[in-house]
């Protein structure tokens, strides 16, 4: 299985702490967001490859790190993937850019799970990646416990068995609050689909639509991740992880 971190955005609303370092370099509790998320996937077993496809702008930023990491940690196989973007204006967009790497580095013949570099977990994927091995596509979910807050994400709703029945983005109505986090798996023949979805004319940004198309044409499984999560999209939200990740750090 291959590991694509999702690295490729400017986070503007971060500036002008963004400017000129990349959101999932900056530090929480102590160190970068994207090491919370590869040390949260340590447990999982057959990983090949983590590709981390960022803009033009951080590439060489990303590669500095992935050297240093190496050389704190147990040895992954890094390859930092640069999308030529130099802006937003000129971005592909979260969907766009899987489809780069999965068809610039030949990955449909291994499954594939993709996380967002600025989403952060307490704890180990390992169930995660246990569990959706044996499904087509698997979304992780996360219960965020207020309705008002499930808002400003989606709402998923799902049969006896956790596949999905319905999703809506940022829901006016919301039903529950389960929601889908950007964290995802998909088998080996179901990663070319990616390529139907784009070629279809459809948005190429935000990964969740890929799943609103995804799970009429066959079955998404999702499963619930343990912890805590969170998806660091303000200042507001960054001194919150700080805070709260702290009780979470293992050297």
Do not use: C
């Not at 060489?60 to 940690?73: P, S």
């Not at 999702?222 to 293992?250: C, M, V, Y």
């Amino acid at each position: 299985m291959n590991i694509l971190i999702l690295a490729a955005g400017y986070a503007t609303r971060l500036y002008p702490l963004t400017l000129n370092k990349a959101k999932p370099l900056l530090e929480v509790a102590g160190k970068p967001m994207v090491e919370w998320v590869l040390d949260n996937l340590a447990p999982v077993p057959d990983i090949e490859t983590v590709f981390i496809v960022t803009n033009h702008k951080f590439a060489a930023d990303f590669q500095t790190w992935a050297d240093g990491y190496n050389e704190r940690r147990p040895k992954l196989r890094f390859k930092i993937v640069d999308d030529q973007s130099t802006s937003d204006a000129d971005k592909l967009g979260a969907i766009g850019d899987i489809h780069l790497v999965v068809n610039r580095e030949h990955l449909e013949d291994d499954d594939l799970m993709v996380v967002a570099g600025d989403n952060l977990f307490s704890e180990p994927l390992g169930d995660f990646a246990a569990f959706a091995k044996n499904t087509a596509a698997t979304l992780a979910t996360y219960d965020v416990g207020d309705l008002e807050a499930i808002k400003k994400y989606n709402n998923l709703t799902l049969d006896e068995e956790g596949r999905i029945l319905a999703f809506e983005e940022k829901p006016a109505r919301p039903t529950g609050t389960i929601t889908g986090i950007a964290l995802y798996f998909f088998a080996k023949s179901t990663v070319p689909m990616f390529n139907t979805y784009l070629a279809e004319g459809n948005n190429p940004d935000q990964p969740g639509r890929f799943i609103q198309w995804l799970y009429p044409r066959l079955p998404v499984h999702t499963h619930p991740i343990k912890g805590t999560w969170f998806d660091i999209g303000s200042k507001e939200t960054l001194e919150e992880a700080n805070r709260i990740f702290a009780q979470f750090r293992r050297e």
